[in-house]
Structures are given as C-alpha cells and as structure tokens.
C-alpha cells in the first residue's frame, strides 16, 4: 500500500492524501502496462515491480504535477514512464554489476539468465517508449535526451575519468547523467502532464537535478555501510565491481603524509582488488 511521509502528512494533509491516492493508481497502471504476450518475459517484466521499490520517482512526477492540475489524466502516466524507465536500466545494471540481490529479491539475472534480463529491460524501455508517445512530442523528445544521457552516463563510469581530470568531478558527472537526470525528467514530466507554467516547468526541473543527485551520493553511502537485510540490495557491490564512489574517491583524495595506519591500510585496500569478500568485511 502506498504510504506518505509523516512529515508531509502533518504540513498538509490534504496533498497527503492526493499523493498516497496518486502512488496507488500509479502501481495499479504500472502492474497492467508490464504484462506481456510471452509468459517467461511477463514474469521477468513483473518481478521488479512486484518486488516494491520506494517509487521516488513517481513521486516526484506526482509531487511536481501539483503547479499545474494534478487531476490531468496524462500525470499518471507521466509517473508510470519515469518508473519504467528506472526499472528497464535496474535490469541492465544487475547484469553489468553481476548482482545477485535487487529490491531484497534474486535480481533477474540471477533468478534467470543474463539474456532474459538484458531483453526484460529493452520490453521496458519499449512500454515507456509507447506511453510517452501518447504524451505528445515534447514528451518524447525529452524521453530520447533523458535516455541518452542515461547510456552517456553508464559509458562515462565504464571508462573512467580523463587523463588529468579530477576524479571526484568526473563522478558527480556521472551521477548527474545517470542518476540525476531521470529525477529531472521525473519533475520536468509530472509538471508537463498536469499544464504547469514553463517557468515551473523549468523549475520543477532544476529541483529534481538536485534531488537526484543527492539520492546517488547517499546511495554511494548505502553501497558501504549497509546490510543486505536492510537496504534490499547487495551491500559492496561497487567496491566489487571497481567502480569509484564518492566515499571512497575521497578516502584515495586524502593526505597520505598524515595518514594514520588505519587511513593508511584503508587506503591501500581501496586502491586494489576488492572482489574478496574477506576483504569487506
């Protein structure tokens, strides 16, 4: 069942209550738009969703769909095709990162075989395609930008900064094109759905730039300090996997000269192979 903050339920109880009804019927639509033809392929589609999720982005679509009128029938599926399309990249990333665990369930991959979470995440990617279709052409072509900075974003991690460029820039520059970027679309969507203003279009926007890059950065938090149990995903998988996050950037940024033996150690363990489990613990 969807549920609101309690921060936001004591400020207005009234958009409380629109954004739970919102959440609700988003789920409802996104459970009839991942159904498919072919059983193997309606149940991967399916697996993600049925495993839950905090639906964030949905919730920023609704959220930003109050500057214009939230009742648009088109504010529901604008919030169902940013979730789509977060969950079509969730099933490409397990199988980049070899994760076993998503959403506290056996990811995909794992569950059934790389090829069928490769093909269930391109069905999804194709269902929001189509939805955005019916939100007209603005709504598409930020569709195919948005995709595109998502692949920009994956590319950049894969190769690593620039000769010279400082590590730490060029991660916030992934995180803004891989993470960052649907936030935006998630704000800039839901706001266009429900006929805001440019001027809150475009504001709507800038927010859930930021937001969204402040989610990745306490998601690189959650990457290494917490358990499986609690945030539903495989705790370390980044340190595994060698892909710099913003903690451990900052740990090889440090002074070595005044390091302590511990920094130290800490340090010289980053900097290497990670794929021991011994080694995390």
Known sequence: MARSSPVLEAADPALAAAVVAGLATVERRLREVVTASH???????????????????????????????PTSPDVVDAAVVVELTHLATLYHD???????????????????????????????????????????????????RTFARLVEGQISETAGPATGQDPVEHHLQVVADKTASLFATSARLGAMAAGAPAAHV?????????????????????????????????PG?????????????????????????????????????????????
Do not use: C
């Open 39 to 69: 059983p193997m392929l309606d149940l991967a589609a399916s697996h993600l969703v049925e495993a839950g999720g905090k639906r964030v982005r949905p919730l920023l679509a609704l959220l930003a769909a109050q500057l214009g009128d």
């Open 94 to 144: 397990d199988v980049m990162d070899e994760a076993d665990v998503r959403r506290g369930a056996a990811s995909a991959n794992s569950r059934w075989t790389n090829t069928v979470a490769i093909l269930t995440g391109d069905y999804l990617f194709a269902r929001a395609s189509d939805l955005t279709a019916g939100l007209g052409t603005e709504a598409t072509h930020l569709q195919s």
């Open 237 to 281: 998988t980044d340190l595994r996997e060698g892909i710099p996050t913003l903690p451990v950037l900052l740990v090889l940024a440090g002074d070595a000269v005044t390091d302590s033996p511990a920094s130290s150690r800490l340090r010289e363990l980053l900097a290497g192979d990670l794929t021991d489990d011994a080694l995390l613990a």
């Open 202 to 234: 475009e504001s709507a926007a800038r927010f859930g730039e930021v937001i969204g890059t402040a989610f990745q950065l306490s998601d690189d938090l959650i990457d290494v300090l917490s358990e499986t149990d609690a945030s539903g995903k495989t």
